[in-house]
């Protein structure tokens, strides 16, 4: 270590032994110079500013017994990774299975089933590279008491992969409900901004992140009510299968997204749950609204099928033509 460093860590030991360290409360905390040292030497703390904080949130924790003895970010990020191991298994699995239904349906009826699977290798993608440590940052933020934490450890892959995958369940319901370019191309925009403005919250340290937060609700706000509205109308006069799947899949949604807000305020906003508890939490809503979203329409084949024309009373085949097939959009007698 640096004589720098050294000299910090006499003034820290003298502070000790006369139990008047402003960051070794009532002296109840004492360090070796390797324990010292370690924290010095980890990856998201890099100069001694940072090893004080570290050391004040560690005194509190061995006073209160809440929280690791030594805290570490590396400690902190490795408690929730088995929970990204296990999603990215979830999120794998219903690839492959949304994959296996793609190449399993006729070419010209893939539509819903295109989509669906770009979206969830999007997120097993995401997990793995979040599981494999990847995709993160250690960021300085205040703690919910007033205390200031040395670093909290955000995951910044979360944010694209919502971003990317957002819009696309935003055009499979559009899709489903026939929603015109217009109001499709709108909803799908609102979606990004609102995860965008979610991204700028969390990357803010202040009351701001506050402000991108009720910014990132307000673009949520039309998305919610299209779909009870406009989308749920237009739904129900396509066709009763039509109707049934897309207020199943609209109930999914509602909860979901609104879960992430939830989840938002005591994770990223006041740090009231740990690291490994928000892990955890985005998980469980990941999965309902991406995989078991994706298995419950892709399963609907007679809604994808209603929902493939813009008027499924318009399409139905005359009696002579009861044995005829359709090829290439040109109707032949079989």
Request: hydrophobic residues 45%.
């Amino acid at each position: 270590m640096s004589p720098t460093f050294a000299r910090w860590y006499q003034t820290y030991a003298t502070n000790n032994k006369n139990r008047q360290s402003a960051f070794v409360p009532n002296g109840q905390c004492s360090f070796t110079y390797e324990q010292f040292a370690s924290f010095y030497s980890g990856s998201y703390i890099k100069d001694p500013e940072s090893v004080q904080l570290a050391i004040q949130r560690t005194c509190y924790n061995r006073i209160t017994g809440l929280g690791p003895d030594f805290y570490s970010p590396e400690d902190a990020a490795d408690r929730g990774q088995v929970f990204f191991w296990i999603e990215f298994g979830i999120q794998a699995v219903m690839f492959a299975l949304f994959l296996i239904l793609t190449l399993r349906r006729e070419e010209h009826k893939r539509r819903f089933h295109y989509i669906t699977t770009l979206y969830s290798g999007i997120s097993t993608m995401a997990y793995y590279c979040m599981a494999r440590g990847q995709g993160s940052v250690a960021l300085f933020d205040t703690w919910s008491n007033g205390d200031f934490s040395p670093y909290r450890v955000f995951y910044y892959a979360r944010y694209i992969d919502w971003f990317l995958t957002v819009p696309l369940i935003i055009l499979n319901l559009c899709l489903l409900a026939s929603a015109t370019k217009a109001l499709t191309i709108g909803l799908a925009l609102s979606g990004m901004l609102m995860v965008g403005t979610g991204l700028m919250g969390a990357l803010s340290i202040t009351g701001t992140k506050w402000g991108w937060f009720g910014i990132s609700n307000m673009c949520f706000l039309p998305i919610v009510v299209a779909w009870v509205t406009v989308l749920r109308k237009n739904a129900r006069e396509k066709s009763p299968e039509v109707e049934k799947t897309y207020n199943i899949l609209i109930i999914i949604s509602i909860i979901a997204w609104f879960a992430y807000p939830i989840i938002w305020i005591i994770a990223t906003g006041t740090h009231a749950i740990s690291l490994a508890a928000e892990i955890v939490s985005y998980a469980v809503v990941d999965t309902f609204s991406k995989a078991l979203f994706g298995v419950i329409l892709l399963f609907s084949r007679s809604a994808i099928e209603d929902a493939s024309f813009k008027d499924p009373e318009k399409m139905k085949l005359p009696t002579s033509y009861t044995s005829s097939t359709i090829h290439s959009g040109v109707l032949s007698k079989a």
